[in-house]
């Protein structure tokens, strides 16, 4: 809306005294709808998905940093904490309070039947490449439920829990790996038949509570820190790098290689930080 300038003549004693009432209204500023935003997920055509937790909806940005306010979801939706997409674009959605995964079509249309219920407080959740459905239990441990199923619309089978014996917190797939945030470590297994972490060549990362987790495409693992420092598990040379030290507590990240993009949600902030893959703040979203 264009600012509106007031202005009012007023003829007073055979003169005209002119008063402008300059009342400007500058353009109304569109509200923000991030309301403590946790858990990201990217999907291919690269459109953010933000678990908003506070909102109590999936809201979905373009990679112009555009809400489509067309793609929002609030069916089945109950205080979501995390977010995955799988490899077809089926949505996946942690709700903390009432105990459920939601499975939604990449056009955002929930699939009642495949919903995954039971589970004590779910947070961060992440989909293998082939369908593997990984959910953080109460920061306790980590449920597993195969996706393979017939007929394709029946609910996922829980195939395994690995319980580490630590606290849990974000957690993340790419190809064989695993991984997830504990206290003191980031920690990436590989996967055995079981679905269960091995152990065999675990890697472990110092972290000062690991929140929130995600992996590029070249395997480096990133991972949120407490005390607001990003750091990354560089793969190829099994050292650990700091990417950012931010002024918060990132709740979710998520990496876009396409764009050479880091997404970091500030819950607290109401607000989502973009920085490039080699440390420069881009954009924040809010």
């Known amino acids: 809306m264009k600012s509106l300038i007031f ?4 003829a007073a004693a055979g003169s005209t005294l002119l008063l402008a009432l300059l009342a400007v209204s ?19 055509n690269g459109n953010l998905y933000v678990a908003n937790q506070g909102g109590n ?10 809400q489509v306010t067309s793609k929002t979801i609030t069916a089945g939706i109950d205080k979501p904490s995390g977010i995955a997409i799988d490899s077809l674009g089926n949505i996946y959605v942690s709700n903390w309070t009432s105990g459920q995964v939601s499975v939604y ?5 929930q699939n009642t039947s495949a919903t995954l219920s039971g589970i004590n407080a779910p947070q961060g959740i992440a989909v293998d490449g082939i ?19 017939s007929p394709a619309d029946s609910i996922p089978l829980l195939v395994g829990t690995y319980t580490p014996g630590l606290d849990v917190f974000g957690v993340a797939t790419h190809n064989q790996f695993f991984a997830w945030g504990s206290v003191s470590q980031a920690y990436s ?20 509570t690991a929140l929130a987790l ?33 002024g918060f507590t990132c709740e979710g990240v998520v990496v876009d290689n396409a764009r050479q993009r880091v997404y970091m949600s500030n819950q607290q902030g109401n607000s989502i930080a973009v920085y490039s893959t080699s440390g420069t703040l881009l954009k924040t979203i809010e």
């Open 7 to 10: 202005s009012r003549f007023i």
């Open 26 to 44: 500058p353009a109304s500023a569109a509200t923000n709808p991030l309301n403590q935003p946790r858990g990201l997920a990217l999907a291919a």
């Open 57 to 66: 909806n999936i809201l979905v940005f373009n990679p112009n940093y555009v």
């Open 105 to 109: 079509s990449s056009a955002a249309v």
């Open 131 to 149: 369908g593997n459905i990984y959910v953080d239990e109460d920061y306790q441990d980590v449920r597993i439920y195969s996706a393979n199923v």
């Open 189 to 208: 297994e590989t996967i055995d038949g079981t679905l269960v972490g091995d152990g065999v060549f675990p890697t472990e990362a110092p972290a000062s």
């Open 214 to 246: 995600a992996y590029d495409l070249k395997g480096n693992l990133y991972y949120c820190n407490t005390n607001g420092a990003v750091d990354y598990l560089n793969f190829s040379a099994d050292s650990v790098v700091t990417f950012a030290s931010l």
